[in-house]
């Protein structure tokens, strides 16, 4: 079975940059459409798609917040996905959440309001604090 872990978060000042990676193991992420989901403190249950990668490779999608900042991508070598995440925000603090599907939807799905019916795996999140 599929275990994801995330590693990479930390403190950043704003204007920073992180990069966020989730480790695959006991099954190849080559297989599986992945996701980048964020949970603000205050909002405790509710997690925000932040990057989606479908798992047919042939779509990505970036919330309208994180557009032109961050880039997700795979490495199948290595099984991992990251998050490269620039020009960071105070508003970019949060939980940072990898997660995976074996269905065949959209990344556009995967991020979506529906995310929880769409995942399969989670890992247990890496917290990401943009302050000075």
């Known amino acids: 079975q599929l275990q994801v872990v995330e590693s990479g978060g930390g403190l950043v000042q704003p204007g920073g940059s992180l990069t966020l990676s989730c480790a695959a193991s006991?099954?190849?992420?080559?297989?599986?459409?992945l996701g980048w989901y964020r949970q603000a403190p205050e909002k405790e249950g509710t997690r925000e798609g932040v990057?989606?990668?479908?798992?047919?490779?042939?779509?990505?999608y970036y919330a309208d917040s994180v557009k032109g900042r961050f880039t997700i991508s795979r490495d199948s070598a290595k099984n991992t996905v990251t998050l490269q995440m620039n020009d960071l925000r105070p508003e970019d603090t949060s939980i940072y959440f990898c997660?995976?599907?074996?269905?065949?939807?959209?990344?556009?799905?995967?991020?979506?309001?529906?995310?929880?019916?769409?995942?399969?795996?989670w890992g247990k999140g890496t917290p990401v604090t943009v302050s000075s």
């Open positions: 990057s989606c990668a479908s798992r047919s490779r042939g779509s990505t």
């Open positions: 006991g099954d190849s992420f080559d297989t599986y459409g």
């Open positions: 997660a995976a599907s074996f269905r065949w939807a959209t990344a556009e799905d995967l991020c979506g309001a529906h995310y929880a019916y769409y995942m399969d795996y």
